[in-house]
């Protein structure tokens, strides 16, 4: 289940029938914060395996960002910045063709 970005959702039966929760983060304290949050309400709600998706990456300096922050998160992936991402957004069009990069890093 995709479910917009925050902890709201957290408070509410939606989430309990969930078995694992994977947490986009991007390199920054905020996103650390509220990957700590969404780590201690889910395991009070008894989902005890948590994953993490690292975003909007640019260098190395951003993966090691999140090394002995978020105990208890394993990183499975980084996912590059791409403006390929934002100007899809911005013109409304897909970035999933072939031949994208970030296609070809998202299914790595």
Do not use: C
Not at 42 to 62: E, H, L, P, T
């Amino acid at each position: 289940m995709d479910m917009e970005a925050g902890v709201e959702h957290l408070g509410r039966a939606t989430a309990q029938a969930v078995n694992h929760f994977i947490v986009v983060l991007e390199p920054g304290m905020r996103s650390i914060e509220t990957a700590r949050q969404i780590q201690t309400l889910a395991q009070d709600i008894g989902v005890r395996s948590i994953y993490g998706i690292g975003n909007k990456i640019r260098k190395q300096s951003d993966r090691d960002f999140f090394q002995g922050k978020i105990d208890g998160i394993r990183i499975l992936a980084y996912i590059p910045y791409d403006e390929e991402i934002i100007e899809a957004d911005v013109t409304r069009s897909s970035m999933w063709r072939e031949g994208s990069g970030i296609v070809t890093e998202v299914r790595a």
